[in-house]
């Protein structure tokens, strides 16, 4: 199959690339450092020429409410181009209960970007996925500072980028699923919980303050953003990750 993956360089497309070209595809890592731009729709009909599969991983530069602009912008540009290529398959990397979060600008966004796919004109499908292991440094250091941490205990479900990859990938090579499919980690932590095990992993002697209004995550309600019956759960767990990246 010859795979279009928009967003080819970041965190997960670059996986996901490797994954599919390994498999015996034709996978096309696109990004503007390649040439091809989804705001703009420069290189967009050289990039999918030929192509089965569409699939968008690019993300909003910013989470604030320039987000829903750049998903519409991007999707339009990538649902026209593929029509007009006869693109049999479209799809995007979302996130579990992003629909349940509307006080976050970037959920709201996501839900847009779904919303977008499903009413296009191309058959697609959507993988959901909690949040991933490789951000929650970058968690921590949004209520942090040199002597202690704040994180509300909102539940999270984390899960190895390589893991989400590996589903991006299984769905991209399946036929649409024309819905969606939920991919979520093991385990299930209170956010500081999370805290307490990322900071002692790195021999960080922070405290870690239980903040209900601090950062982000403050603004999720209850068990939102925990997969539900039928998701796909990851192996991964953790601390294995954590055990990993420090052998590396």
């Known amino acids: 199959m010859k795979i279009a993956v928009f967003g080819g360089t970041g965190l997960i497309g670059s996986q996901v690339v490797r994954i ?7 996978a096309r890592s696109l990004s503007r450092s390649t040439g091809v731009d989804l705001t ?4 967009l009909p050289e990039a999918l020429e030929g192509a089965d599969v569409a699939v968008n991983l690019t993300n909003s530069p910013t989470f604030d409410d320039a987000s829903p602009a750049f998903f519409r912008r991007t999707m339009d540009t990538m649902l026209t181009a593929a029509e007009a290529g006869g693109v049999g398959h479209a799809a995007i990397l979302s996130i579990v209960g992003v629909d349940q979060v509307p006080e976050v600008a970037h959920y709201r966004a996501k839900v847009l970007q779904e919303d977008i796919l499903k009413a296009g004109p191309v058959p697609y ?5 909690t949040q991933f292991f490789e951000f929650v440094d970058t968690v921590l250091s949004w209520t942090a500072d040199e002597s202690v941490v704040r994180l509300p205990a909102t539940p999270v479900q984390p899960i190895a980028a390589a893991d989400v990859a590996d589903a991006v990938a299984d769905v991209c090579v399946g036929a649409p699923l024309r819905g969606t499919r939920d991919i979520a980690g093991p385990e299930v932590f209170a956010l500081d919980e999370l805290g307490r095990i990322t900071l002692a992993a790195h021999g960080d002697h922070r405290a870690v303050i239980t903040d209900d209004r601090a950062g982000l995550f403050s603004a999720v309600p209850g068990d939102a953003l ?4 039928g998701a796909i759960l990851a192996k991964t767990t953790y601390r294995e990750w954590l055990e990993h990246r420090a052998g590396c």
């Open 20 to 26: 599919l070209a390994a498999g015996g595809h034709e």
């Open 40 to 43: 703009t729709g420069q290189g």
């Open 125 to 129: 499908s959507i993988v959901r996925a």
């Open 226 to 229: 925990i997969a539900r019956e």
